[in-house]
């Protein structure tokens, strides 16, 4: 049934009679609203089409001295987007067909005709029209989307062979659409080890998210580029591939000249601070050389300079030992460890600490030993350097350590929580930065040696903390991690 609005319609025929007949039949279609118009020749007609103001047409195949087939691409060329149903007196197959192809919606016989039959053309005619426009809508909106969009975006055959491109892709390429139409990416990748990956991932068929490309334009131009894909069956059961470029040239470059501020900027504050560590002991011995020089040979205060002397002479030598162990990691040397035993010796080794501090120590190991390749001695300096973080974090008699492994897919994951006082938000992007600490009488080297170790151990770091609730360190060793070759 047909229920709503007005349905607006016109019935194009040279024959008065046959359109009251249409007219009386559409008007009897029980539900229906329809203002039901009429025009007799081709001119009219067009006009009719024109305005946009009809929901559906009725139109005679024979007009005069033109068909309906005419008015059929007429109203092609004008956009029309109303339902057409094409009119004959008697049944014909070839016009039938011409009909349908030239897109009409229904071709129905005069003779045939009753209310129930066109009731069902029209219900039928108004919803694919309906149907049609949604999709030349979304066809629209997404042709501006790839069109207006301001990364590459392309379809091709499953090598790659350009197929539709936008402007952005003539762009980036340096090529028109038509010259392009002639290529493939792999004419403009000219990395083999790149083309070899995206190769493999087309021969597997799985989709790419953000691959890192180099793309030579016409001009020799080589830009850095970020490279998605995903794969789709076409009406033919052919694979296409549609494919988006980011070009970010530019943001590396950026990133590349901030890196080098940042380098900078770091250097200057480590000789700043690194001046700093190393002026300020040596204006003491200086001042107690010149003291002591004053002195006669057998004062007493002699011996209070001298170990002034010595106990600055040792600061200065601790910070330049740990400043070295900071460029050491080339010098290590991996072997096969128990992941289990360099923890139960790095707590071993700050036992006496855990003791005077009265912490209480919870440990969760897996079953089994678990192995990595590892520098045994740099690592237990670097588990070390964040247990006495840890210990020195907590308050005295009420401190408890819990350091535990886990054996996940892909990674082995050490744990060392704390219940101490926490780190500020702002500073733990500066946790690992050499010679920056929280502590009175810290030298801020401790965990920037850690970092430097677990990082040539492969190894990742993330640290979580609350204030006044507590620390947690999670390294993680990746199984895939293989001994660095020695020669």
Partial sequence: ????????????????????????????????????????????AIEKIKTGAYDIFFIDYRLGSNTGLEILQEAAR????????????????????????????????????????????????LDRAAALRQLKEREYKYRNLFEGSKDAVFIADINLHFSEVNHAASVLFGLNREELFNCGLFDFMKSPSQKQGV????????????????????????????????????????WLVHGIIHDITNLKKAEIANLQAQKLAANERLMR????????PLNNISLSIQHFELLPADHEKQKNFVDIIQRNSNRINQSITELLDLTRTGELEF???????????????????IHLQNIKVEKRFEDGTIEISADKPKLKIAFSNILINAIEAMEKNKGKLDV????????????????????????????FEPFFTLKKNGMGLGLAASYSI???HSARIQVES????GTNFIISFSKNHQVPSTS
């Fill in 199 to 238: 190769t493999e991932l087309l021969r597997i068929g799985e989709n790419v998210t953000d691959m890192e490309i180099e793309i030579e334009s016409r001009n020799k131009e080589i830009k850095s580029c970020l490279f998605s894909i995903t794969f789709q069956r076409n009406a033919q059961d052919k």
């Fill in 78 to 125: 004008l956009d029309c987007d109303a339902p057409i149903v094409i009119l004959t007196g008697k049944g014909n197959r070839t016009i039938d067909i011409a009909a349908m192809q030239s897109g009409a919606t229904d071709y129905l016989i005069k003779s045939e005709l009753n209310t129930e039959k066109l009731e069902r053309c029209i219900r039928y005619s």
């Fill in 404 to 431: 535990s492994m886990t054996a996940e897919k892909e990674n082995f994951t050490v744990s060392i929580r704390d219940n101490g006082i926490g780190i500020p938000e702002d500073t733990l992007p500066k946790l």
């Fill in 454 to 456: 677990l990082q040539s």
């Fill in 273 to 280: 601070i690194l001046a700093h560590e190393i002026r300020n």
């Fill in 466 to 469: 609350k204030l006044n609730e």
């Fill in 1 to 44: 049934m047909l229920k709503g609005s007005l349905i607006r319609t016109v019935i194009i025929d040279d024959d008065e009679d046959d359109y009251f007949i249409i007219a009386e039949y559409i008007k009897g279609i029980e539900g229906g609203k329809f203002q039901v118009d009429w025009c007799d020749n081709y001119r009219e």
């Fill in 335 to 353: 072997k096969k460890y128990s992941l289990q035993e360099i923890l139960n010796e790095s707590l071993a080794a700050v036992e006496d600490r």
